[in-house]
């Protein structure tokens, strides 16, 4: 049986979606900064606010009381063990390749507010009366929609390897 190569687990079409992702991130990022009062929740719709804040830690505020170089150094490891699954995992396997793009970008459009501002600016509130989501950003939707592409993935590849054996 061949291995069918996938978009993604070819280098160009990965670092292209990697490289418009991190615009994208970035752009957003920007107007978020320019026009969002600091600390103030915009609503958009019910349970779902625009607050722009600074995250000193990594995803979620964790670590937040960590040195910066610390965090980048924990970014870059995160980026590393990626792209080294990345080239152990099949070229067919769609949904992982997706998946590891989608986290590269992530860690990658965090890394670049860690290095210009010494921060991540996040902006996405999910709320009601007595609760509250940790505010996030773009990059973070990458890294959690990244993560559940690969779940997916291995899903999928035991439902495979499942009905091979039968």
Known sequence: MSERNTLFSRPLPIALFILVAIVADQAVKYLVEA?????????VVPMLALYRTYNFGVAFSMLSGMEGWFIVGIRLAVVAFVL????????D???????YAMIIAG????????????????????????????????????????????????????????????
């Not at 026009?35 to 609503?43: G, I, K, N, R, T």
């Not at 210009?116 to 902006?123: A, E, N, R």
Request: net charge positive; glycine share 6%; charged share 20%.
């Open 35 to 43: 026009f969002l009062p600091f600390q103030e929740a915009v609503p």
């Open 84 to 91: 080294w699954l990345w080239r152990r995992t099949p070229k």
């Open 107 to 166: 860690a990658l459009g965090n890394l670049v507010d860690r290095l210009l501002f010494g921060y991540v600016i996040d902006y996405i509130l999910f709320h009601t009366t007595s609760w509250s989501f940790a505010v996030f950003n773009l990059a973070d939707s990458f890294i959690t929609v990244g993560a559940g592409a690969i779940v997916l993935d291995e899903l999928l590849q035991a439902k495979r390897t499942r009905s091979l054996k039968l």
């Open 93 to 99: 396997r769609f949904f992982a390749h997706l998946g």
